[in-house]
């Protein structure tokens, strides 16, 4: 069972590296590595910002995510946006996330001010769609459309 805790601020550097593996793997980018390497240690600067969770396996990070914030005024509340979810390929497979949704969906249900969890997936991403609608996450009736700078 993978054990579920805050990221500390000295594993900045693995989780640069974490998420410059999921820019490849997901979607074919490679990542500017000073503005990644800036954007993650903004999290621990700024906690306002988000957090990161990691999942240990004999005692190695084996996955992370990073988990920031959205206001709802129809709900009154926080819904909290999953972001960043990498397992590295050695460990899929073993309900790592499965761990990690489940310590945060307990924490929501926990705590009356957060009202749900949400994220966004790459249509494309038939194996990370799969997983989330088995621990009944809905696709909903929302489409995602950005720009982005």
């Not at 990542?31 to 969770?53: C, I, K, N, T």
């Not at 073993?94 to 249900?109: D, F, N, S, T």
């Not at 009202?115 to 494309?124: P, T, W």
Request: hydrophobic share 40%.
């Amino acid at each position: 069972m993978p054990r579920i805790r805050p990221a500390l601020p000295d594993e900045a550097d693995l989780l640069i590296e974490l998420q410059a593996l999921l820019a490849r793997e997901t979607e074919g980018l490679e990542l500017d590595p000073a503005a990644l390497g800036r954007g993650v240690r903004a999290v621990f600067d700024d906690p306002g910002l988000g957090e990161y969770w990691v999942a240990e396996l004999d005692g190695r990070v084996a996955a992370c995510l990073l988990v920031t914030r959205e206001w709802s005024d129809w709900r009154n509340g926080t819904v909290l946006w999953i972001q960043g979810v990498y397992v590295l390929p050695e460990s899929r497979g073993r309900g790592i996330y499965r761990a990690l949704y489940e310590q945060l969906r307990r924490r929501v249900e926990a705590t009356p001010d957060l009202k749900g969890i949400r994220l966004y997936v790459d249509q494309r991403n038939r194996r990370a769609r799969t997983t989330y609608e088995r621990l009944g996450m809905t696709p909903e009736h929302y489409a995602l459309y950005e720009w982005l700078k």
